[in-house]
């Protein structure tokens, strides 16, 4: 079972673009959703992450938007680089830290 | 920042072989560390949790004797794939966080294991 639903699957962004991907969730008791960056052959870096008390988040060119009452969050990526072309990941944790990932999102950035 | 090593980075080995990967946290305690299984271009899913001092945890549908978790230290878990057939070649990443900060964790590199 899917705890964490992700779209689109692959996602393709001019440079300087933005990229969106969204998330979706069943279980109330998540708490805190990260999202993640990987690269092939590595694993999972954090890129951002944000609590349901927040709406959005934003770090640098990455912004989280938080929606609680849809059970919704999305992953804005401003001014796209081909440097950000990755997997990405959703995630989402309760208690003992055990993380639920979304199914991932392949962003390619074309120059 | 934290690291999480995980050793070896890529094993392949005969079927009906047992292998082992080690996941260590490099500057930092964990009493709980994470392993994941990811097929190409999936998802990771949470196989167990292993737990500093007492058995790990399996998620449903994953056979805690074809996969031992050892978490013989703070700094230190194993998974041992035990008698790998070809349907356990996959990446195995593993994760950790510091005992006192219960959001944050750091993942391995990962480790490609390929059964012939």
């Known amino acids: 079972q899917q705890q964490v639903k992700q779209s689109p699957q692959s996602l393709i962004v001019q440079k300087g673009g933005i990229s969106i991907i969204n998330c979706a969730y069943e279980n109330t008791a998540f708490d805190y959703f990260p999202w993640y960056q990987q690269f092939p052959g590595k694993g999972p870096a954090l890129l951002i992450a944000?609590?349901?008390?927040?709406s959005e988040k934003k770090e640098g060119r990455f912004t989280i938007s938080f929606n609680k009452s849809a059970k919704q969050f999305s992953l804005h990526i401003m001014d796209s680089q081909p440097g950000d072309s990755a997997t990405y990941f959703c995630a989402a944790s309760k208690i003992r830290n055990q993380f639920y990932f979304g199914t991932g999102t392949s962003l390619t950035v074309i120059p | 920042g934290a690291v999480v090593s995980q050793h070896p980075s890529w094993v392949i080995c005969k079927s009906g072989t047992s292998v082992k990967i080690e996941c260590r946290s490099l500057d930092f305690q964990a009493t709980t560390m994470f392993w994941y299984r990811q097929f190409p271009k999936q998802s990771l899913m949470l196989m167990a949790t292993?737990?500093?001092?007492?058995?790990?945890?399996?998620e449903q549908g994953v056979e805690k004797d074809k996969f031992l978790i050892n978490h013989a230290s703070l700094t230190l878990s194993t998974l041992t794939v035990t008698s790998a057939h070809p349907e356990d070649s996959s990446f195995y990443i593993c994760?950790?966080?510091?005992?006192?900060?219960?959001?944050?964790?750091?993942f391995g590199p990962g480790t490609r294991l390929t059964v012939l």
């Open positions: 944000i609590r349901p008390d927040v």
């Open positions: 292993s737990n500093e001092g007492s058995k790990a945890t399996y």
């Open positions: 994760s950790a966080g510091p005992s006192g900060n219960p959001d944050t964790q750091y």
